[in-house]
């Protein structure tokens, strides 16, 4: 199947710096990905779409400006987390669509992040 | 907007038996269905999925129904291993209406030696 990946897998920052979280499709191109948000023994929440060439989509109650999401080019989508608080610790997934309709739905690995 | 339950939040079995994960969606526009499968600390592996011009698929051991009358989707795994232990998810989504996945809630399957 496609695969999509992501890096860092682990990161650690202080307080108050950002932190960038990469999300490339391999051997596809994709237009759209998604960004989640996942806290510990839940599920996933949908925070933004993301648009290759266009201002990314966000859901209610996501910051944009603390969020931002650039998609750059087909197979690159990043999500920094700007002026980070131990409250933005979570683990952070993308997911691309694949597929000649485009719906099939693949994620990647999944960033850990630790804000101290 | 799409609505997903998940039944049951946890579930135990031994290995060789058959697990059984239900899913229930709100929206009738809804035509794609995938299963993801995540291992603790890793993404979701996609495990199955289905369409809705299709009533059932098999896969292996796994196996997914879909009952659209009832909007009504299950994930069947029979003869389970250990290594089958982990979170399943499901999903629901009109893939002409932008391809955002509603998940379920998800269910925690462990299955002891």
């Known amino acids: 199947g496609a695969v999509v990946s992501q890096h860092p897998s682990r990161v650690i920052c202080k307080s108050g710096t950002s932190v960038k979280i990469e999300c490339r499709s391999l051997d596809f191109q994709a237009t759209t990905m998604f960004w989640y948000r996942q806290f510990p023994k839940q599920s996933l929440m949908l925070m933004a779409t993301?648009?290759?060439?266009?201002?990314?989509?966000?859901e209610q109650g996501v910051e944009k400006d603390k969020f931002l999401i650039n998609h750059a080019s087909l197979t690159l989508s990043t999500l920094t987390v700007t002026s980070a608080h131990p409250e933005d610790s979570s683990f952070y997934i993308c997911?691309?669509?694949?597929?000649?309709?485009?719906?099939?739905?693949?994620f990647g690995e999944g960033s850990w992040l630790t804000v101290v | 907007g799409e609505n997903v339950e998940q039944h049951p939040s946890t579930l135990s079995v031994q290995e060789g038996d058959s697990a059984v994960i239900k899913c229930t969606y709100s929206?009738?526009?809804?035509?794609?269905f995938p299963w993801y499968k995540q291992e603790l600390g890793k993404g979701p592996q996609l495990i199955i999925d289905i369409r809705s011009n299709v009533g059932e698929k098999k896969d292996q051991r796994i196996a997914v129904t879909l009952n659209k009358t009832a909007k009504h989707f299950s994930l069947h795994i029979t003869e389970t291993q250990p290594e089958d232990s982990a979170v399943y998810f499901c999903?629901?989504?009109?893939?002409?209406?932008?391809?955002?996945?509603?998940f379920g809630t998800g269910t925690q399957l462990k299955v002891e030696l």
């Open positions: 993301s648009n290759e060439g266009s201002k990314a989509t966000y």
């Open positions: 999903a629901a989504v009109y893939t002409g209406g932008g391809n955002k996945l509603t």
């Open positions: 929206d009738s526009a809804s035509n794609y």
């Open positions: 997911s691309a669509p694949w597929g000649s309709s485009g719906n099939t739905i693949y």
